[in-house]
T-cell receptor
Framework: AQSVSQHNHHVILSEAASLELGCNYS??????LFWYVQYPGQHLQLLLK????DPLVKGIKGFEAEFIKSKFSFNLRKPSVQWSDTAEYFC???????????WGLGTSLAVNP | DTGVSQDPRHKITKRGQNVTFRCDPI?????LYWYRQTLGQGPEFLTY????????KSRLLSDRFSAERPKGSFSTLEIQRTEQGDSAMYLC????????????FGQGTRLTVV
């Protein structure tokens, strides 16, 4: 069965620190990859997505992610976090012709000012 | 606001009661999804519609759960004879059918069964 694992469940950083959140998936075929963010009290919002082409994708608010097919990974990065990045981050995968998203458990990020 | 809207935002019900949630997708979106999210977990897929047709249902969706999208626009999710284990956030999302597109999520309905 397809699955998504996020390596870090809770991350605490100081402002200006660099961020990398790991995401690995298990599926050997074509995938669409997503990172969603959920700010406190708000709905899930798309940060960035990968469908095809350049494996380094840039999203909103300075986030980027790199798809490494050989490692089945899609790690999220930001060079310098801000307090306003405090949120829950979810990696999700759409595998093959499936229409549903398979989600990781999420990573709770707290950025201290 | 032209995003996905869900109603109600919060629902508290007694065990054994029936509840119904509504989702209004983005108007031009053909696909509509229901997910459930509990604390500390990622969303879990429940079911999805393409227009009015319910094309896939998760094994998580017991016989007490039913979803409809009668005219291919809004959708309802009904839970009959609620149990405490049904307490969760119920999320609705919609997307276009064509091409590689992402799903847009509503704010969810938080169900508490007491």
């Amino acid at each position: 069965a397809q699955s998504v694992s996020q390596h870090n469940h809770h991350v605490i950083l100081s402002e200006a620190a660099s961020l990398e959140l790991g995401c690995n998936y298990s599926y050997g075929g074509t995938v669409n990859l997503f990172w969603y963010v959920q700010y406190p009290g708000q709905h899930l919002q798309l940060l960035l997505k990968y469908f095809s082409g350049d494996p380094l994708v840039k999203g909103i608010k300075g986030f980027e992610a790199e798809f490494i097919k050989s490692k089945f990974s899609f790690n999220l990065r930001k060079p310098s976090v801000q307090w306003s990045d405090t949120a829950e981050y979810f990696c999700a995968v759409k595998a093959g012709n499936n229409r549903k998203l398979i989600w990781g458990l999420g990573t709770s990020l707290a950025v201290n000012p | 606001d032209t995003g996905v809207s869900q109603d109600p935002r919060h629902k508290i019900t007694k065990r054994g009661q029936n509840v119904t949630f509504r989702c209004d997708p983005i108007s031009e979106h053909n696909r509509l999804y229901w997910y459930r999210q509990t604390l500390g977990q990622g969303p879990e897929f429940l079911t999805y519609f393409q227009n009015e047709a319910q094309l896939e249902k998760s094994r998580l969706l017991s016989d007490r759960f039913s979803a409809e999208r009668p005219k291919g626009s809004f959708s309802t999710l009904e839970i009959q004879r609620t149990e405490q284990g049904d307490s969760a956030m119920y999320l609705c999302a919609s997307s276009l059918m064509a091409g590689n597109t992402e799903a847009f999520f509503g704010q969810g309905t938080r169900l508490t069964v007491v």
